[in-house]
């Protein structure tokens, strides 16, 4: 088998991902697949150019809502409304600036990441380095349409990379791929040249030149970090979006149509010319009455398209909605509830886990590669997704709870968080910190006043009277 094989699963989404990559770059992507998202009517084709000039027209009327794009960026709007809090080993913070080789910092890949799964239901995150290992590894994103080919054993991955390549001032097509295998227990990679091998079992290696026995790749789903491909999240609201399109098509179509009246003569000589400041006289045939008139269609089917416009966008609207259904049923049994989150599609708060589990990993794979401690990294994502500050009561009563010792200052520290009273951007150590820096009159970080400075440098708030 060629090295472009596609996996069985990957055949069977690879349109559904079409579809939202369409959808998402809006009315010139949809509307150039032309038929394959709007039909042509069959009336179009009796005519003598097989209707290519009425359907040109047809669709240059139609217009395409822009409604996935805007949903995606106000659910990771939403997610990330408070930022994930990240801790890793020190000698990854550099990171937070320069998360891929590009300099993507670690928030906004972040962002990327939890983007696509949102739009695709996918995404990929692998760990790579320059060949001497001496450097800081990077995060490598892959899109869902890249990982063509897979090994559920997660020993082989096959990674599509065809894109342009740069010339000088030049860009060209190149077909490549990269072959992420597990050999031996040892991790190697293959690439390709459109199918041939350029490059055989290279191996990576991590600091002190220690081979990695694990390939250092992640697939992120919307609900987990299975191989397993999820659909795409917004699927629903994508396939909404082309039958409004659909719809509008048609709608226009008959505007259109009723607001072009044609002129008809009866029992008489057409006018060589019609509209304002043209006489028209009808001569008929001897016995008989001449007429003339303009007709048009009714517009009946307006209304009713004006109708399934809007149930349309209903759907649109509750396909979107799904996604924020994941509070638990207060009538729901044990079994019923297990029933219905195995059978739903993914939820913002599966989501945000997937994404910041799936970016864990890919950053305990960096720390492994530079000897540092894997269990350092802990990225702990928002769930809090709607305003919801914690009452002053609330807020007592959580004290209570912890000073009776029902919690740890860990569990009462990320609830304050959560509640909105504690800040994000600090750990509960770090708290810590700070209150026993208040405790003792001091403010943490004071900056020391150098006596050499010019005075009017230290500018001191004026003193009231």
Not at 81 to 103: C, F, N, V, Y
Not at 135 to 160: H, K, Q, T
Not at 244 to 260: E, K, P, V
Request: with cysteine; net charge negative.
């Amino acid at each position: 088998m060629a090295v472009n094989s596609k996996h069985p699963d990957y055949a069977d989404r690879v349109g559904e991902w079409a579809i939202m990559r369409h959808c998402a770059r809006g009315l010139k992507a949809v509307a150039a697949e032309g038929e394959a998202y709007l039909p042509m009517p069959s009336g179009f084709r009796a005519q003598e150019d097989a209707g290519v000039a009425a359907y040109s027209a047809y669709s240059m009327r139609a217009q395409f809502p822009e409604i996935v794009t805007p949903s995606i960026s106000g659910m990771v709007g939403i997610i990330h409304r408070s930022e994930a809090q990240i801790k890793m080993p020190e000698a990854m913070q550099g990171l937070w600036e320069r998360a891929t080789k590009d300099g993507l910092p670690l928030e906004a890949m972040h962002r990327r990441v939890t983007s696509e799964l949102l739009l695709m239901g996918r995404y990929c995150l692998l760990v790579d380095a320059a060949s001497t290992g001496s450097d800081m590894p990077w995060l490598a994103g892959y899109s869902a349409e890249a990982l063509i080919n897979w090994s559920p054993d997660r020993d082989l991955f096959v990674l599509d990379e065809t894109g342009h390549v740069r010339n000088e001032f030049e860009w060209t097509e190149q077909q490549a791929y990269r072959v992420l295998r597990l050999v031996n227990a040892t991790y190697s990679v293959e690439t390709y040249k459109g199918l041939e091998r350029q490059m055989e079992g290279a191996e990576p290696r991590a600091r002190a030149n220690k081979p990695i026995k694990e390939i250092p790749f992640v697939v992120i789903g919307s609900r987990d970090l299975s191989v397993a491909v999820d659909e795409p999240p917004l699927i629903g609201v994508a396939r909404a979006a082309l039958a409004l399109y659909r719809l509008d098509a048609d709608y226009r179509h008959q505007l259109y149509s009723t607001g072009q009246e044609t002129c008809v003569v009866i029992n008489g000589e057409a006018p060589t010319a019609v509209g304002s400041g043209v006489v028209v006289t009808i001569n008929g045939e001897p016995g008989r009455q001449p007429d003339m008139k303009y007709v048009g269609p009714t517009g009946k089917g307006i209304e009713a398209h004006r109708t399934a416009i809007q149930d349309e966008r209903d759907n649109a609207a509750s396909a979107g909605a799904r996604l924020f259904d994941s509070e638990k049923k207060s009538a729901e049994s044990g079994d019923a509830l297990r029933i219905r989150y195995a059978a739903q599609t993914a939820t913002l708060t599966s989501i945000a886990m997937a994404s910041a589990a799936g970016l864990e990993k890919a950053l305990r794979y960096v720390a492994m590669m530079i000897g540092a401690s894997p269990d350092e990294v802990v990225v702990t994502p928002n769930l809090s997704f709607m305003d919801t500050p914690m009452a002053a009561a609330e807020a007592k009563a959580l004290m209570e709870v912890w000073k009776g010792g029902g919690i740890s200052y860990q569990t009462y520290y990320e609830n304050l968080q959560r509640g909105q009273i504690a800040s994000v951007e600090r750990d509960h150590e770090e708290e810590q910190v700070l209150v026993a820096a208040d405790q003792e009159g001091l403010e943490p970080e004071e900056e020391e006043v150098d006596p050499a400075a010019d005075p009017l440098d230290q500018q001191q708030p004026p003193v009231a009277a």
